[in-house]
């Protein structure tokens, strides 16, 4: 505390000097705000620089760090407090700290954005190709694990703080000296007897980063922590999955505690344009009209307590009405009524909502219910422009990390690992029932063509029409055409299609 007076008071004083002087920053982060330095330097009438930006690791919570390390006592309230305390924040550049953006959750419009982007990102979740026995094994495993509803929410707080973690426990969370041991994708280390039991979401108040190589960029571990300190242990980084969206630079990386700048962050600018707009509106609106009483006030302004004048006023406002009328002298006293003009109000409160809409990525007709006015007009385009950024951050952010938790649930059920087995992310995007029409319609023109030309034969297409999955006639048409006779072939779909056509065209 002392050191925030003396250094306020020496900004204070320098910006006095008739000459432009730059403000002393402390050498700790909790030196004296840009914003106490700004109001210094207005109201002396001198010209003031912002002092430079620092960037520092932030101090963990204490408890995390192993004893010996830190302070070793476990997180009380009043430690929380504390750290809380220690975080600076600046506008828009710099990390705004953990407890902080912790706060930000709890207003509607932060929650908003992270909540949409997280649950289109699992709204369709993956596809898993190969052998269909295991395929039906790794499905009910990751059921069972919950896989999707822990994704969703780490994505959600990923948006929230920058930087999430899963854990995967082996029955081996409360053994420290097995979390520091990397984990292998060897069955000897992974099989049926020591299977993954659970998932578990560990947000970044609760892990700092270990050490890393800061000095040899061709090292593999450069600015890349090997462990990560939870709670006075220490995990190796093999046995977390670290989800980061928008990673930093290598030299903001400590700051960041080698998170991401987080979506709250980026929006916050946006968001506290808005809510000043929104009160700024609201208080226009609430006074917009004011009443004025034009009279003799000599006996005020000359020190009389003029208390028939405010008596005279305060009845007025108390009953003050659309069905009241107010007496006034006709030869000495006038009565007008000023109003400030309020149309446009609503665009420009409009507008400054939007904006939260061009950081975030998410169409206004998704995150506010705007639909898109005039002739023509549709939203088509930039939902399907949103669905691809969401396919790009899971390929990015999500992807890795399910190769990896594929490969663990492949040995804890098999004992190896398949190659065969592969996943994909399912497309958000759903044709309409006239688009599928459309397409369905295109395909058997195509069909036709080729068949008179050729090219293929009625058993081919029929085989095509059967094995197409979703389609009109998928497992409908096995065995031989209508007509035909049954040799026995399990791909003999030979025959005349004409029976089978006049349906399906009616259909189309």
């Known amino acids: 505390m002392f050191n925030r007076i003396r250094a306020a008071w020496r900004a204070l004083f ?44 932030p101090d963990p919570l204490p408890g995390v760090l192993p004893q010996g390390m830190a302070l070793d006592a476990m997180p009380s309230t009043g430690d929380i407090s504390a750290y809380a305390a220690q975080q600076d924040y600046h506008e828009g550049l710099g990390f705004l700290g953990y407890p902080y953006l912790a706060e930000l959750s709890q207003r509607a419009e932060y929650r908003h954005v992270a909540s949409i982007w997280a649950e289109h990102c699992t709204r369709k979740w993956i596809k898993i190709s190969g052998d269909d026995a295991k395929v039906k094994k790794i499905e009910a495993e990751l059921q069972r694990l919950a896989v999707r509803e822990l994704f969703r929410e780490a994505i959600e707080k990923e948006c929230f703080f920058g ?88 030299m903001l990386k400590p700051a960041y505690a080698f998170g991401g700048v987080a979506l709250t962050q980026m929006c916050k600018p946006y968001v506290d344009n808005w809510l000043r707009a929104r009160q700024s509106v609201s208080d226009l609106i609430h006074s917009f009209s004011v009443m004025v009483l034009k009279t003799n006030t000599d006996g005020v302004l000359q020190g009389g307590t003029g208390e028939n004048l405010w008596a005279r006023a305060d009845l007025f406002n108390k009953t003050r009405d659309n069905r009241g009328i107010f007496v006034v002298d006709k030869n000495d006293e006038d009565f007008a009524n000023v109003s ?14 939007e904006q939260i809409a ?42 890795p990390e399910l190769h990896t938790l594929l490969q663990v649930v492949q040995l804890s059920l098999f004992g190896d690992i398949d190659p065969k087995i592969t996943f994909e992310f399912e497309s958000l995007w759903e044709m309409s029932d006239k688009d599928k029409a459309d397409i369905r319609k ?18 081919e297409c029929r085989a095509r029409l059967n094995d197409e999955e979703g389609g009109m006639y998928a497992g409908a048409l096995a065995g031989p055409a209508p007509g035909m006779p049954d040799d026995g072939g399990d791909d003999d779909l030979s025959g005349d299609l004409s029976d089978e056509q006049e349906p399906f065209e009616t259909a189309l």
């Open 163 to 250: 930087r999430i973690q899963i854990f995967m426990d082996f029955g081996d969370y409360d053994r420290p000296a097995e979390l520091q041991v990397p984990l292998v994708m060897d069955n000897r280390k992974i099989n049926d007897k020591r299977p993954l039991k659970r998932l578990a979401v560990v947000e970044p108040m609760w892990s700092y980063p270990g050490p890393y190589d800061a000095q040899n960029p061709l090292a593999p571990d450069f600015y890349k922590p090997a462990s990560w300190y939870m709670s006075g242990r220490i995990v190796h980084a093999s046995r977390l999955l670290t989800m980061v969206g928008r990673p930093m630079p290598n």
């Open 442 to 459: 295109a395909d058997a023109e195509a069909d036709g063509i080729y068949i008179d030309k050729g090219v293929i034969d009625a058993d």
């Open 340 to 353: 400030a003009p309020i149309a446009g109000l609503d665009k420009l409160q409009a507008q400054a909502l």
């Open 14 to 57: 320098k910006s006095t000097t008739a000459m432009p002087v730059q403000a002393e920053v402390l050498p700790e982060r909790r030196g004296i705000s840009m914003a106490a330095i700004w109001e210094a330097g207005r109201h002396s009438g001198s010209a003031v620089y912002m002092p430079e930006q620092t960037f520092a690791r």
């Open 358 to 399: 061009s950081v975030s990525g998410i169409p206004l007709v998704i995150l506010l219910g705007i639909t898109p006015s005039g002739l023509n007009a549709s939203s088509e385009g930039e939902i399907r422009v949103f669905y691809d950024k969401i396919m790009a951050y899971l390929e990015k952010v999500c992807g």
